[in-house]
């Protein structure tokens, strides 16, 4: 049974930082493409970025809105991946889903989803 | 950046009747189009990809269509369980994209 388990969520000040971690059972981690989904409350889903398998470069592909500030990586040998969130804005306030697509989608068709973290972004 | 357009933002049905969401694309995603599923409180659950490929496990009363810019999911025979937000989404282009949403309510 494939599993994901995000952690790290929490409250934080504009402008500060938070890391959040998905690990991830269940699958042969390193063939996988991995994205992080965000939903505000309310909202509809937006994209963040998705990181590629090691064997596609490993590298990752980020949204607007967060380019520059957030940083996707992975690692292997803890079948796990992380979401290095700085310069946290207010409207980075959401809940943030760790997600793995269909076999060769890219990570487009988002088959498995974790049961997601919150972050809230509050003075 | 691709805009995806779901039509209309609320459908009203009653169960047993077939309801159609409509969901349109700013430019040709060809057929890379996702629809998934979403209850009050749940995760997003995925629904059909490649435009007209079931996921796994989703009844066949579901069925998806279009290719190019214009793409609708058929929801025949609704029951219950149905009654849900839709969200399509494209990812023919990074960055992919999601539409706004069509709540399916109980008419």
């Known amino acids: 049974e494939v599993q994901l388990v995000e952690s790290g969520g929490g409250l934080v000040k504009p402008g500060g930082s938070l890391r959040l971690s998905c690990a991830v059972s269940g699958l042969t981690f390193r063939d996988t493409w991995m994205t992080w989904v965000r939903q505000a409350a309310g909202r509809g889903l937006e994209y963040i970025g998705r990181?590629?398998?090691?064997?596609?470069?490993?590298?990752?592909d980020y949204t607007a809105p967060v380019t520059g500030r957030f940083t996707i990586s992975r690692d292997d040998s803890k079948s796990a991946i992380y979401l290095q969130m700085n310069s946290l804005k207010a409207e980075d306030s959401a809940v943030y889903y760790c997600?793995?697509?269909?076999?060769?989608?890219?990570?487009?068709?988002?088959?498995?989803w974790g049961q997601g973290t919150l972050v809230t972004v509050s003075s | 950046e691709i805009v995806m357009t779901q039509s209309p933002g609320t459908l009203s049905a009653s169960a047993g009747e077939t309801a159609t969401l409509s969901c349109r694309a700013s430019q040709s995603v060809n057929s890379n189009l996702v629809w998934y599923q979403q209850k009050p409180g749940q995760i997003p659950r995925l629904v059909m990809y490649?435009?007209?490929t079931r996921a796994t496990g989703v009844p066949a009363r579901f069925s998806g269509s279009g290719s190019g810019t214009d793409f609708a999911l058929t929801i025949s025979s609704l029951q219950s369980e149905d009654f849900a937000v839709y969200f399509c989404?494209?990812?023919?282009?990074?960055?992919?994209?999601f539409g706004q949403g069509t709540k399916l309510e109980i008419k």
């Open positions: 990181i590629k398998s090691e064997a596609n470069g490993g590298t990752a």
């Open positions: 997600t793995k697509d269909v076999a060769y989608t890219g990570g487009g068709a988002l088959e498995y």
């Open positions: 490649g435009a007209s």
């Open positions: 989404q494209q990812y023919n282009n990074w960055p992919y994209s």
